[in-house]
Each structure stands twice: as structure tokens, then as C-alpha cells.
Nanobody, 124 residues
Framework: QVQLVESGGGLVQAGGSLRLSCAAS????????MGWFRQAPGKEREFVGG????????DYAESVKGRFTISRDNGLNTVYLQMNRLKPEDTAVYYC?????????????????WGQGAQVTVSS
């Protein structure tokens, strides 16, 4: 069982930066691949990016590639989403999710554990 808690959301102007953190409970965090997803008002939840269990591989949605960076610290049981050059269309609730596998999957149904979400609002 893994419990996930996101933090670091907020309001930022377009072009600014935010860093989200996702803290995980449990002693087996390093065996989980982690994903970040987001859901904007009136839209489906979508994959933002993911990182494999040892942090050696990442994957990103095209819409955030080059602007967002995912990293993890297995000693702190935490995964991060650094968001730079934010745009108004990045406004959404951001969720971290975990799956007990070595591979990054973009489809949310393969992630078993989810955080409560963190609101990110980018003003123009």
C-alpha cells in the first residue's frame, strides 16, 4: 500500500515556474514507477510525464516536453515535477500516481495509487 500526498501547487503568472512534490508513504517506494497526470476543467485527465523506479528513464507528453522535468529521491520517498515557462493552458489539478512496475505507462488505468491532487493556476 502506498499513500501519496502532493504539495507545491499555487497561482503563477505565465512564464513562471512551480515545483510540485509528491511524498509517498511506505518502505517500497523505490519499486514504483511514478507518473504525473493533470486534469483541466471540463477535460479528461491526461498524462504529463513519468519516471521509472530508479530514476534512469523519464517520459513526457509532447505538450510539456522541454518545459517540465520529473525527478525523484528514493531516500526521501519523493518525486518532483519542475514546471518552467508555464502557460495558461497548463492550468489544471495535478496528480501523482504510482504503479509497481519498472516501465512508464501513459495510461492512467495502469496506476494503482493516486494522490489527492494539487491545483496549479497560470494567469495570462
Amino acid at each position: 500500500q502506498v499513500q501519496l500526498v502532493e504539495s507545491g501547487g499555487g497561482l503563477v503568472q505565465a512564464g513562471g515556474s512551480l515545483r510540485l512534490s509528491c511524498a509517498a508513504s511506505g518502505r517500497t517506494f523505490s519499486s514504483y514507477t511514478m507518473g504525473w497526470f493533470r486534469q483541466a476543467p471540463g477535460k479528461e485527465r491526461e498524462f504529463v510525464g513519468g519516471i521509472n523506479w530508479i530514476g534512469s528513464s523519464t517520459d513526457y507528453a509532447e505538450s510539456v516536453k522541454g518545459r517540465f522535468t520529473i525527478s525523484r529521491d528514493n531516500g526521501l520517498n519523493t518525486v518532483y515535477l519542475q514546471m518552467n515557462r508555464l502557460k495558461p493552458e497548463d492550468t489544471a489539478v495535478y496528480y501523482c500516481a504510482a504503479r509497481q512496475s519498472a516501465s512508464i505507462i501513459t495510461r492512467e488505468k495502469y496506476y494503482l495509487y493516486w494522490g489527492q491532487g494539487a491545483q496549479v493556476t497560470v494567469s495570462s
